[in-house]
């Protein structure tokens, strides 16, 4: 073990262009609430969370969309309650006309019980919504590498 213990995430910083788009996506879509904002003009943010808890920071300072092929965040992933809640999940992004990497739920690779749905928020920036178990029987995009690898 490391002689600074055992990490685990916190929350995650993300970028956007639009804080009033993103904040309509991320709350509505996603069900995040806001805990915490910023609207000072040319340094807006938003703290995002469950129950009170940080999740998501949402900070307007890109100047463009997310690019995947630059170094930096690959996807985010939130895990669902049940492979139900993915399904419900991707009804709700599906209603709204949200771009897809995938159509419906995927195993994360070839014979896997986990799995889920893979989307992008309103700037680009690569989602998922999985859950642990339930997934089994679905195909796996790509049999040779993770699902959530290349998209």
């Not at 807006?44 to 890109?62: E, H, N």
Request: with cysteine; charged share 20%.
């Amino acid at each position: 073990m490391s002689a600074i213990g055992t990490l685990s995430t916190g929350h995650i910083g993300i970028n956007v262009t639009d804080i009033e788009r993103s904040l309509a996506f991320y709350g509505e879509v996603l069900g995040f609430e806001v805990i915490g904002e910023g609207k000072e003009e040319g340094q807006r943010f938003a703290f995002l969370g469950q129950g009170g808890k940080l999740v998501v920071t949402l900070w307007q300072q890109a100047e463009g969309a997310y690019d995947s092929g630059r170094a930096g965040l690959h996807h985010l992933a939130f895990e669902a309650e049940s492979i139900d809640h993915v399904r419900a999940a991707e009804a709700a992004l599906k209603a709204r006309d949200v771009s897809f990497a995938y159509e419906g739920v995927v195993a994360h690779r070839e014979g896997a019980a986990s799995g889920g749905i893979f989307f992008h928020d309103p700037d680009g920036t690569r989602l998922e919504i999985y859950a642990p178990t339930g997934a089994e029987g679905a195909e796996a995009p790509n049999e040779s590498a993770p699902t959530c690898g290349f998209f």
